[in-house]
């Protein structure tokens, strides 16, 4: 399986206006469609969408009223929408959604599934049964779960996301060194501590009670959204229910699908969405490494006027120093007199007495302003490169 470790192409950010205009998918975007998520799926567009995130209804077989200690009722998660004859039931809706998304997800796409012990282990049997390629189970420990109020069991203080992808050979985005680089520099974990929906954040109606009883806060969606996808990708949710994907996906600079079969959902869904502004270009532009960054080689920098041939390269400290040659070599003056000739990262492995040298960190260049380094010069010509689609 490969993977786009980056996420970032050289052309960033991308754009799917075109692709999803020639496929017919223009019309759905950034849209709520009402009704069942199978019938709905049924008219997108094969192989039109780039991540999935689902919400599905967790089977939680509430038999009684949850009540506390003090006897009031608990407001549980009591609607038909969650209730299943059996779980020989629930286990064919969960094929028959999965199919479903899978037949519009892009080769490349992924998919991330969120439940609790309840569902979560038979909808990864299924997802494995019809050729989806776990990733990662991603645990989301909430800071302020919901207590188990009769003392039987463990508090249930987390949930479990599956993060995988449409096939085991599928090239797939994931964009890994700007997680790494937003984790203080180390690697993004599969462990997510983050708080449960509420205060402004949670949807409320007119009476003050939750338009929606499982609705997932936005820095969790924020999480899946921008490990798994590019500015531009179209984003599915197959049960929209609050709109928390939509609106997160519209802050990041995606586009979105939603589909909820409850009226009601969807309208607070689409008020909710209405008022999100997206977040400036700038902050969205793909992190750009600098393996995946455009080549520029040491003699585009003469040609380009950056470096003048015959100026001076010297080491940080400015006792190494080498001349610079027309052809884009450098020269150093030997031990026996006789200049040795070569690449900047020669040349600088030579002067160190070293086998190996990044010559461009080694070598700097004096100027008005003082000494520079030549990858600051790179730099230059890597974002003009950039900025005309090189």
Not at 26 to 31: A, F, N, T
Not at 273 to 278: E, N
Not at 378 to 385: D, H, K, N, V
């Amino acid at each position: 399986m490969d993977v786009v470790r980056i996420g970032a192409p050289r052309r960033a950010p991308r754009s799917s206006e075109s692709e999803s205009t020639s496929t017919g998918l223009e019309s759905y975007l950034d849209r709520i469609l009402i009704g069942d998520c199978v019938a709905e799926l049924a008219k997108l567009p094969a192989a039109s969408v780039d991540l999935v995130f689902a919400d599905p209804p967790y089977n939680l077989q509430l038999k009684n009223d949850l009540k506390r200690p003090d006897d009031s009722k608990v407001d549980a998660v009591d609607d038909d929408w969650d209730k299943f004859s059996s779980f020989s039931a629930y286990d064919d809706f969960t094929r028959a959604w999965l199919l479903a998304c899978r037949r519009v997800m892009k080769p490349a796409a992924t998919l991330w599934v969120i439940g609790s012990y309840h569902n979560i282990f038979r909808v990864g049997a299924t997802l494995q049964d019809l050729g989806f390629w776990i990733l990662n189970d991603v645990i989301w420990r909430k800071t302020n779960p919901m207590p188990n109020f009769r003392g039987r069991r463990f508090t249930n203080a987390h949930e479990t996301l599956i993060w995988a992808a449409r096939e085991e050979t599928g090239r797939y985005t994931f964009n890994y060194e700007a997680l790494k680089a937003g984790n203080e520099d180390v690697q993004a974990r599969s462990d997510w501590t983050l708080a449960l929906c509420t205060g402004e954040e949670r949807l409320k109606d007119g009476n003050g009670k939750k338009v929606h009883p499982t609705q997932k806060p936005e820095a969790l969606l924020a999480r899946a959204i921008l490990a798994a996808s590019k500015p531009g990708d179209v984003v599915l949710d197959p049960f929209h229910g609050a709109g928390t994907t939509g609106a997160v996906a519209k802050r990041l600079g995606r586009r979105f699908i939603g589909i909820e079969r409850d009226a009601a959902y969807a309208a607070a869904a689409e008020a909710r969405i209405a008022g999100i502004t997206p977040f400036a270009e700038a902050t969205l532009a793909p992190f750009m490494t600098a393996r995946e960054a455009p080549r520029v080689a040491f003699a585009a920098l003469i040609e380009r006027g950056l470096i003048k041939t015959g100026a001076t390269l010297t080491d940080a400290k400015g006792r190494v120093r080498a001349l610079v040659r027309a052809d884009g070599m450098i020269a150093l003056k030997g031990k026996n007199g006789a200049p040795l000739v070569g690449s900047i990262h020669k040349i600088g492995a030579a002067a160190q007495g070293l086998e190996a040298c990044n010559g461009w960190a080694y070598w700097h260049i004096e100027d008005k302003k003082g000494r520079k380094s030549i990858d600051d010069l790179r730099a230059i010509m890597r974002g003009e490169m950039t900025a005309a689609g090189v």
